[in-house]
């Protein structure tokens, strides 16, 4: 097999990111670049990276399904390999990979879980087959075949027939609380702009890295 990867050589143009554009706040500066990305077909897909205690690391993508001030938050099974990671090493980082925009936004911070109200009102918003589908799987775990997964979809759907589906208790919400938030702009020549928003002694700096 042989992948044509050369062609595939971009040059960034589009814009420029400078310290004087930039909001007073990483979550000012990250809901207008979030505005800007409405016109990707899934801004909120994130990379979600996290780590055993003894460094391993693992990533996958996950939603936002939230983020204010106090960080992004996204929804889980508390029991799947993320769910034991952050459990045991609450860190994490995330990566926006805004590429048709020449843009991402990186992010590192802490983990905590949100409020069983918020992962409530989250859970009331899914639809039914999500909130079944969220009972049926023991997300990360060897499956003997589909036919397991199915069987367990159906004895949810018998379960909770004609009642709403109440959160499980093996689910809920994460919340990703940045120590820093990069936003990454592609330039010509790789002379690319990054801007970072860091927490150094209960306030937040601003850096620009070199690319
Ligand atoms: C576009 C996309 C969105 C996803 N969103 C979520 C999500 O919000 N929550 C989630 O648990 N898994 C989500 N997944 C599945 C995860 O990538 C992953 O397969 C799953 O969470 C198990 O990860 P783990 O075994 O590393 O814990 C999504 C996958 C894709 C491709």
């Known amino acids: 097999m042989s992948l044509d990867l050369p062609s595939l050589r971009r040059e960034y143009a ?17 809901a207008r670049w979030f ?18 205690p003894d460094g ?5 993508t996950v ?20 769910g034991a990671e952050l459990a045991a090493n609450p860190r994490a980082s995330l990566v926006f990979p805004w590429t048709d925009l020449e843009r991402q936004v990186l992010v590192t911070g802490t983990v905590e879980r949100v409020g069983d109200p918020e992962t409530e009102a989250y859970f ?3 639809p039914r087959g999500s909130q079944l589908g969220a009972w049926a799987s023991r997300q ?8 397991e997964l199915e069987a367990r979809h ?12 109440p959160v499980p208790p093996f689910w809920g919400g994460l919340r990703v ?15 690319h702009d990054r801007l970072r928003y860091r927490l150094s002694h209960g306030g937040w700096l601003v850096e620009r890295l070199s690319p």
């Open 177 to 191: 609380v940045p120590t820093a938030v990069e936003f990454w702009q592609g330039r010509p020549s790789r002379l």
């Open 124 to 126: 009331r918003t899914r």
């Open 154 to 165: 159906a004895a949810v759907e018998e379960r909770f027939a004609g009642d709403e589906v």
């Open 14 to 30: 589009r814009e420029g990111l400078a310290e004087a554009d930039l909001a007073p706040t990483w979550h000012g500066q990250f």
């Open 35 to 52: 505005e800007d990305a409405s016109v990707l077909r899934e801004p909120n897909a994130m990379v979600l990276a996290t780590a055993t």
């Open 63 to 82: 939603l936002l399904k939230g983020v204010d001030p106090t960080g992004f938050v996204f929804y889980t099974n508390h029991g799947s390999r993320k």
């Open 56 to 60: 391993a690391p693992s990533a996958r």
């Open 140 to 147: 990360s775990a060897v499956l003997a075949d589909r036919d």
